[in-house]
T-cell receptor
Framework: NAGVTQTPKFQVLKTGQSMTLQCAQD?????MYWYRQDPGMGLRLIYY???????DKGEVPNGYNVSRLNKREFSLRLESAAPSQTSVYFC???????????FGPGTRLTVL | GESVGLHLPTLSVQEGDNSIINCAYS??????FIWYKQESGKGPQFIID?????DKRQGQRVTVLLNKTVKHLSLQIAATQPGDSAVYFC??????????FGAGTRLFVKA
């Protein structure tokens, strides 16, 4: 099993450009999450999907949108990137909410 | 212990010694606690968890202690090895979608 996979690993964008971060899990988990991690700070929840067909805002949703494409895949879209969105983005999944989360390797995004 | 900010607390231990990493959690309603390990350039990796109906749980070389009275969590690593060098952070959950992650403690293991 690959666990949680994310693409791309690295990305550089110019201000105003858009992009989609992809995430997939092969553990048959119901819940999926997108976090951002900034230096010296804890992970902050951007959006989550408690189950297939549902998505909800987390702590820092502004500037992002998500799509739960199917049970396996959960994508994060930046419509108009800003320098404040420079961060490391992690996707995670869990069997249901309130349980151990498994994390992907991360996407390191720089917005110039 | 944990802190929020640019500079993580650092713990430096000699190889073979035991390590203790502390965490103060924020919500007295939290009933599920997890410790994660994050190596440089990688995603967080689950180490051990504990529910609020327990005060101690042991894994392989790791022990988590929970003191609900003072909202304190600790991770003990026995016989610390160079491969244990990483950032360790605790997380708390109240049973729903929201998991609160600490900023972490950096563990250095000296050979």
């Amino acid at each position: 099993n690959a666990g949680v996979t994310q693409t791309p690993k690295f990305q550089v964008l110019k201000t105003g450009q858009s992009m989609t971060l992809q995430c997939a899990q092969d553990m048959n988990h119901n819940s999926m999450y997108w976090y951002r991690q900034d230096p010296g700070m804890g992970l902050r929840l951007i959006y989550y999907s408690a189950s297939e067909g549902t998505t909800d805002k987390g702590e820092v949703p502004n500037g992002y949108n998500v799509s739960r494409l199917n049970k396996r895949e959960f994508s994060l879209r930046l419509e108009s990137a800003a320098p404040s969105q420079t961060s490391v983005y992690f996707c995670a999944s869990s069997i249901t909410t309130g349980n151990e989360q498994f994390f992907g390797p991360g996407t390191r995004l720089t917005v110039l | 212990g944990e802190s929020v900010g640019l500079h993580l607390p650092t713990l430096s231990v000699q190889e073979g010694d035991n390590s203790i990493i502390n965490c103060a959690y924020s919500n007295s309603a939290s009933d599920y606690f997890i410790w994660y390990k994050q190596e440089s350039g990688k995603g967080p990796q689950f180490i051990i968890d504990i529910r609020s109906n327990m005060d101690k749980r042991q894994g392989q070389r790791v022990t988590v202690l929970l003191n609900k009275t003072v909202k304190h969590l600790s991770l003990q690593i026995a016989a610390t090895q160079p491969g244990d060098s990483a950032v360790y952070f605790c997380a708390e959950n109240t049973g729903g979608f929201k998991t609160i992650f600490g900023a972490g403690t950096r563990l250095f293991v000296k050979a």
